[in-house]
Structures are given as structure tokens and as C-alpha cells.
């Protein structure tokens, strides 16, 4: 399984950015599809999270009301639409895609993509 990300860049705080992710399978295939983000120096963190076929999603707090993750089926695309930027938004964002095979699990990343926001 591979999964390419694109859309990351230089922003200004207060801007908009998407990010893409497209799976080499079908997004069907995985029992979740969620973005993560790593900031120098900081650990990876779970930033949005959408189940299968769009069933739920879950955002960080520091991003509720700011990000959404959504998916288009026809393309085979997931997104993450990201509003209001602020310079702490400013992290490698990560494409991470969940095999559920009954009690197994597998997770797949992408190679990631910078989101800078200046202030």
C-alpha cells in the first residue's frame, strides 16, 4: 500500500490549505484514514481521524472548527482542508491509512508533507 500526500507549502497565518492523499487502494479498503502531524522537536499527533466510508470522524481539540477531513470516492482522494492557520499548525503532516483484517491491524504512511504558517 502506498500513499502519496500533496498540498503542503508556505502560508500565511490566517490562510488555507489542502492536503491530498491518495492511497494506492481503494479508500474502502481501509477501516480508517486519518492526518497526523510531527513538529521539530515534538511528537507525532493524531490531528483528524474518518472511518470507513465517511462513518465518523474525530479532530484534535487544537484544530476543531479549523480542519476538516473529508473524501471524494471518485477520485480515490482524501483530504484535509485546513482554515485559519496558525504558525504552530507548522509541522510535517502525515497520511496514515488502517488495515483491519478482523483481530490484525496494519497501518501505512505516507511520506509526508510541510505545512509552514508564518506569522
Known amino acids: 500500500v502506498q500513499l502519496v500526500e500533496s498540498g503542503g507549502g508556505l502560508v500565511q497565518a490566517g490562510g488555507s490549505l489542502r492536503l491530498s492523499c491518495a492511497p494506492s487502494?481503494?479508500?474502502?479498503?481501509?477501516?480508517?484514514i486519518s492526518w497526523y502531524r510531527q513538529a521539530p522537536g515534538k511528537q507525532r499527533e493524531l490531528v483528524a481521524q474518518i472511518t470507513r466510508g465517511g462513518g465518523s470522524t474525530n479532530y484534535a481539540d487544537s484544530v476543531k472548527g479549523r480542519f476538516t477531513i473529508s473524501g471524494d470516492n471518485r477520485k480515490n482522494t482524501m483530504y484535509l482542508q485546513m482554515g485559519s492557520l496558525k504558525p504552530e499548525d507548522t509541522a510535517v503532516y502525515y497520511c496514515?491509512?488502517?488495515?483491519?483484517?478482523?483481530?490484525?491491524?496494519?497501518?501505512?504512511w505516507g511520506r509526508g508533507t510541510q505545512v509552514t504558517v508564518s506569522s
Open positions: 496514515n491509512a488502517r488495515l483491519r483484517l478482523g483481530p490484525l491491524e496494519a497501518d501505512y
Open positions: 487502494e481503494s479508500t474502502f479498503s481501509f477501516a480508517a
